[in-house]
T-cell receptor, first 114, second 115 residues
Framework: AQSVTQLDSQVPVFEEAPVELRCNYS??????LFWYVQYPNQGLQLLLK??????LVESINGFEAEFNKSQTSFHLRKPSVHISDTAEYFC????????????FGSGTRLLVRP | EAQVTQNPRYLITVTGKKLTVTCSQN?????MSWYRQDPGLGLRQIYY???????DKGDVPEGYKVSRKEKRNFPLILESPSPNQTSLYFC??????????????FGSGTQLSVL
C-alpha cells in the first residue's frame, strides 16, 4: 500500500540553527511531492512542491526540499530557522497511477526555541 | 478574498445527536474534500467530490455522509456521532484541472468533541 512516512513527530531546535525534516514515501513510481505547513489554529498551506524538473525546490521563506528518487525521499531543510517557523509540517505525495490520490504523512512539529 | 469557510470552529456534542459541519468555497473549485486530523496519524481523507452530485469515499468514510448539491458547498454530516469521531476536521478545495498538483486550499478547521 502507498504510504508516506515522517519518522520525527517533533523536532526541537534553537533559533538560527539549521533543521531537516524527513519524509520518505513507499514507491518509486512517478510522484508529485508536497510540503504543507500548519501554523497554530490554522488550516494547512502549501509550502513547496515538486512536480518535475530540478530536484531542488525552494519556498519564498527560505525552506528547500530535494527530491531523491533512489531513496524515495523529499526532505525539507532550512539553514537558519526563526521563531516564526514554529508549526507542524506535513509531507504529501500523489502517486501518478490510476488513483491519483493525495496522501499525507503524519506530520512533524517543528519547535523553535530562542 | 479566496477562501474556504468552515463552520462552526468548535463544536461539543453528545453521542447520537446528528450534526452538520458546513464548508463553502468561493473559488469555483470543482474538487472538494474532507479530512480528519488526529495526533500521530496526520490527515486522513473522509470523502471527496470531483464535482456537483459526484462524491466518493476516502480512507475513513464510516460514520460520515456528505452531499454536493451546489458547487460551492460540501457539508459533512454525522448522523449518529460517537466519541471516536472526536477530532479536528478540515475541508479543502482545488481546481480539478491540474488541481491536486497545484495546491489544496484548506479551511481553518472544526474541532469536534463527542461526549
Amino acid at each position: 500500500a502507498q504510504s508516506v512516512t515522517q519518522l520525527d513527530s517533533q523536532v526541537p531546535v534553537f533559533e538560527e540553527a539549521p533543521v531537516e525534516l524527513r519524509c520518505n514515501y513507499s514507491s518509486s513510481v512517478s510522484v508529485y511531492l508536497f510540503w504543507y505547513v500548519q501554523y497554530p489554529n490554522q488550516g494547512l498551506q502549501l509550502l513547496l512542491k515538486y512536480l518535475s524538473g530540478s530536484t531542488l525546490v525552494e519556498s519564498i521563506n527560505g525552506f528547500e526540499a530535494e527530491f531523491n528518487k533512489s531513496q524515495t525521499s523529499f526532505h525539507l531543510r532550512k539553514p537558519s530557522v526563526h521563531i516564526s517557523d514554529t508549526a507542524e509540517y506535513f509531507c504529501a505525495v500523489i502517486w501518478m497511477d490510476s488513483s491519483y490520490k493525495l496522501i499525507f504523512g503524519s506530520g512533524t512539529r517543528l519547535l523553535v526555541r530562542p | 478574498e479566496a477562501q474556504v469557510t468552515q463552520n462552526p470552529r468548535y463544536l461539543i456534542t453528545v453521542t447520537g445527536k446528528k450534526l452538520t459541519v458546513t464548508c463553502s468555497q468561493n473559488m469555483n473549485h470543482e474538487y472538494m474534500s474532507w479530512y480528519r486530523q488526529d495526533p500521530g496519524l496526520g490527515l486522513r481523507q473522509i470523502y471527496y467530490s470531483m464535482n456537483v452530485e459526484v462524491t466518493d469515499k476516502g480512507d475513513v468514510p464510516e460514520g460520515y455522509k456528505v452531499s454536493r448539491k451546489e458547487k460551492r458547498n460540501f457539508p459533512l454530516i454525522l448522523e449518529s456521532p460517537s466519541p471516536n469521531q472526536t477530532s479536528l476536521y478540515f475541508c479543502a478545495s482545488s481546481l480539478l484541472f491540474r488541481g491536486l498538483s497545484e495546491k489544496l486550499f484548506f479551511g481553518s478547521g472544526t474541532q469536534l468533541s463527542v461526549l
